[in-house]
């Protein structure tokens, strides 16, 4: 027993836990609950929509149809439950969407409500097709389970949902470890169960090149690790419309003009610092050095090939086109850009870069995208981009507030609180110890970042468009893609829709409450086939509130 805590309040205590966690995640902006189990009537149950020429609609419908007809879900905390007395069933779902229009982008509407009653058909109502797939998400996270029935516990439920942040994404590297495709479909799945909506698919890095390209065949060939590690156009293509069924965009980036290594195993000629040995930390971050070489016309004609070409496969208007941790030293001792610069006075390997960065970003609006870049791009180099850029800040939390401090639009993704694949060890062979970028992330350390501290302008507040919990694939690939993401991108995910700041307390969120609730949410993905990690011993989600740190006397 709990010195100074009678049996009453300690079982009150417990079936309060046990409540909250009988929710949705992430949790709805309004969420009233009654006290009443309705059943779900599997025989006959259909999902009915007004919409019937939507293809993200009707996908949805079936999906969901599956899981109402043959999930199971048994959340953790009804261990040994008796049958619950439920008053009546419900026989539908009716789905109402306002317009068919399936154009997903920062603008598209995503709210919706639900209306669970004690009897009869449950309905959602919807703006767009993609507020229906968050409806229908919801939906199905409210059964549960009970003595071969399915229930929901606590109607009538009424939910009014939209989210804080229009660009909640999960960046996942393909470059340094393969991906097969079947891997990226179950992390788009578990995207979708969570309400995450962009996978920032940094596709190409150093390490290797395993997308197709049509332009520059080439690149493939020498670039691959071996014919079964490729993403052919099909593949994409496949992979693009999965996502837009789930309400999530495919962000591609294509990192320039560092981290350009394996550009080097087909194109020599348009590189400089290509694979110094051994003293490559002088030339790069990481092994192999090599960028772009920013002083040969070649280099860009290049990189205009990539963002034409690939900008008419992904459909997504955003193209993020790189332009992180530059070392300046591999320009400084190239012959090329020696040569330029002196030719060339009040030139210098700066305004090069600056110059880069213009005329790129300005080939992808010309291509009628909106472009995305790291914040170096900007923060590091005198250049001024366009306030139609959008800026990923990750050096440091501050970065958010510098960036839209400058009038820029802002995707958050600080490394001390979104990077999930630190904390492993260096994957150096020679080194023993930790990198830059430990320790590891848990999804407290996730949760408790909100990226508009310290930014109260409502105006500057706009700027910040979401975040991203970044999954870099030095240690990682689809054998651990699971874990290493899930349930932490969970966390992340309930921040970027619900917001960081509980509106009906004004109080800022409280893990001791999200816990019992990502309990669940991490149980029920594993039923999905989602391999998420634990959080705690069994026991402590048997007992809610039993495994908190004990307040200082």
């Known amino acids: 027993m709990w010195p100074g805590r009678s049996p009453a309040i300690l079982v009150a205590t417990l079936v309060a836990a046990r409540r909250a966690a009988a929710g949705v995640w992430p949790i709805p902006a309004t969420y009233d609950i009654g006290n009443i189990a309705v059943e779900i009537k599997r025989s006959d149950f259909m999902i009915k929509s007004n919409v019937t020429s939507s293809s993200v609609v009707n996908a949805a419908i079936e999906r969901y149809q599956y899981l109402v007809e043959h999930e199971y879900f048994e959340s953790p905390y009804n261990f040994n439950e008796d049958a619950v007395k439920t008053s009546g069933f419900l026989y539908a779902l009716e789905l109402n969407v306002q317009t068919a229009q399936d154009v997903f982008d920062l603008e598209t509407d995503e709210s919706y409500t639900l209306e669970v009653p004690l009897e009869g058909r449950a309905v959602i109502n919807a703006v767009t097709p993609f507020g229906a797939v968050r409806g229908l998400e919801t939906f199905s996270q409210l059964i549960t389970a009970n003595s071969g029935r399915k229930i929901v516990r606590d109607a009538p439920v009424r939910i009014v949902d939209?989210?804080?942040?229009?660009?909640?994404?999960?960046?996942?590297?393909?470059?340094?470890?393969?991906?097969?495709?079947?891997?990226?479909?179950?992390?788009?799945?578990?995207?979708?169960?969570?309400?995450?909506?962009v996978l920032h698919w940094h596709v190409v890095d150093a390490f290797s090149w395993p997308i197709e390209s049509k332009v520059h065949p080439e690149l493939t060939e020498k670039g691959s690790y071996s014919l079964d590690m490729r993403y052919s156009y099909e593949e994409i293509k496949k992979i693009i419309n999965y996502a837009k069924n789930r309400a999530i965009r495919v962000m591609p980036e294509f990192d320039m003009p560092g981290h350009s290594f394996v550009v080097g195993e087909a194109h020599p000629e348009i590189m400089s610092c290509l694979n110094k040995q051994p003293n490559w930390d002088k030339y790069a971050t990481e092994p192999p050095s090599g960028q772009l070489n920013i002083a040969d016309p070649r280099a860009l004609t290049f990189a205009f090939d990539l963002i034409?070409?690939?900008?008419?496969?992904?459909?997504?208007?955003?193209?993020?086109?790189?332009?992180?941790?530059?070392?300046?030293?591999?320009?400084?001792?190239?012959?090329?850009?020696?040569?330029?610069?002196?030719?060339?006075?009040?030139?210098?390997?700066?305004?090069?870069?600056?110059?880069?960065?213009h005329q790129t970003f300005n080939k992808v609006g010309e291509m009628g995208?909106?472009?995305?870049?790291?914040?170096?791009?900007?923060?590091?180099?005198?250049?001024?981009?366009?306030?139609?850029?959008?800026?990923?800040?990750?050096?440091?939390?501050d970065s958010v507030g510098k960036l839209v401090d400058r009038g820029y639009r802002v995707v958050a993704s600080p490394w001390s609180r979104y990077y999930l694949d630190c904390g492993h060890g260096s994957w150096v062979s020679n080194f023993e110890g930790g990198t830059w970028c430990d320790p590891h992330k848990d999804w407290k350390k996730i949760y408790n970042y909100n990226p508009l501290t310290n930014i109260t302008d409502p105006a500057k507040q706009k700027l910040v468009l979401g975040g991203e919990v970044a999954l870099w694939s030095a240690q990682s690939d689809e054998t651990t893609v699971d874990r290493y993401l899930w349930p932490r991108a969970a966390a992340f995910a309930e921040i970027m829709w619900s917001?960081?700041?509980?509106?009906?307390?004004?109080?800022?969120?409280?893990?001791?409450?999200?816990?019992?609730?990502?309990?669940?949410?991490?149980?029920?993905?594993?039923?999905?086939?989602?391999?998420?990690?634990?959080v705690q011993p069994l026991w402590c989600?048997?007992?809610?509130?039993?495994?908190?740190?004990?307040?200082?006397p």
């Open 499 to 534: 917001g960081g700041i509980d509106p009906a307390t004004n109080a800022t969120r409280d893990t001791v409450k999200a816990a019992p609730r990502l309990t669940e949410q991490r149980f029920r993905m594993v039923a999905r086939g989602i391999m998420a990690e634990p």
């Open 369 to 397: 995208k909106i472009p995305f870049a790291w914040e170096d791009s900007v923060l590091n180099f005198n250049y001024t981009a366009k306030n139609t850029t959008v800026l990923q800040a990750w050096v440091n939390e």
């Open 308 to 357: 034409t070409e690939y900008s008419r496969l992904f459909a997504d208007l955003g193209f993020h086109v790189g332009g992180g941790a530059l070392n300046l030293d591999c320009w400084r001792e190239d012959p090329v850009v020696d040569i330029y610069t002196r030719e060339h006075p009040g030139e210098s390997v700066e305004s090069l870069v600056s110059g880069w960065f």
């Open 541 to 552: 989600i048997r007992h809610p509130e039993s495994c908190t740190r004990p307040s200082p």
């Open 162 to 197: 939209a989210p804080k942040f229009p660009h909640r994404g999960v960046l996942l590297d393909t470059s340094r470890n393969f991906y097969h495709v079947d891997a990226i479909l179950r992390t788009l799945d578990a995207m979708a169960y969570n309400k995450l909506n």
